[in-house]
T-cell receptor, first 113, second 113 residues
């Protein structure tokens, strides 16, 4: 399917476990982003990537790791999940550098118990 | 800290009326602004962006930017029940990627039939 897809859509995990959220886009967009959305905080940037093998921290990177070996994939890993990482996670992509429309995946609702 | 502030609502508007959503920002370096619509349980989707002072119209939607007063607004004319959603305002500097965007917490709009 064309577009940007996230998996899984829902995930429950235990404190201390490693979890990887997947993001795949078919547009060959250069930029990809990971956000978390929590009540009262809006969308906060975790990590972003300008191209394959180029990643950088956003506003709230602690506890997360990303990689981007291929343009189309941008997985987000929680190395040791904590309850404070319970959130809805959105992956997004933009065609180029510069302020432009971001296309969002469907989101992953993660619950850490 | 760069902030984008929105009234969380809920804002209730009768069907057919004008819905007015407001956003203020603290960073005078912000030059580009985006309005995203997010239906409950769904991902954000872009509906308008504005870079210049004044009004920008697209169908039933009008974005207004006043850089001197540091506010952005979104007007929805002839409101429809399908406009019921949360509206996210985002702002950032021109010439950078979306990694520089700051999102507000969103205003929940309900259109009453």
């Amino acid at each position: 399917d064309a577009g940007i897809t996230q998996s899984p859509r829902y995930k429950i995990t235990e404190t201390g476990r490693q979890v990887t959220l997947m993001c795949h886009q078919t547009w060959s967009h250069s930029y990809m982003f990971w956000y978390r959305q929590d009540l009262g905080h809006g969308l906060r940037l975790i990590y972003y990537s300008a191209a394959a093998d180029i990643t950088d921290k956003g506003e709230v990177p602690d506890g997360y790791v990303v990689s981007r070996s291929k343009t189309e994939n941008f997985p987000l890993t929680l190395e040791s999940a904590t309850r404070s990482q319970t959130s809805v996670y959105f992956c997004a992509s933009t065609l180029t550098v510069g302020n432009t429309e971001a296309f969002f995946g469907q989101g992953t609702r993660l619950t850490v118990v | 800290q760069k902030e984008v502030e929105q009234n969380s609502g809920p804002l209730s508007v009768p069907e057919g009326a004008i819905a007015s959503l407001n956003c203020t920002y603290s960073d005078r370096g912000s030059q580009s602004f985006f309005w995203y619509r997010q239906y409950s349980g769904k991902s954000p989707e872009l509906i308008m962006f504005i870079y210049s002072n004044g009004d920008k119209e697209d169908g039933r939607f009008t974005a207004q930017l006043n850089k001197a007063s540091q506010y952005v607004s979104l007007l929805i004319r002839d409101s429809q029940p399908s406009d019921s959603a949360t509206y996210l305002c985002a702002g950032g500097p021109i010439g950078f990627g979306n990694e520089k965007l700051t999102f507000g917490t969103g205003t929940r709009l309900t259109i009453i039939p």
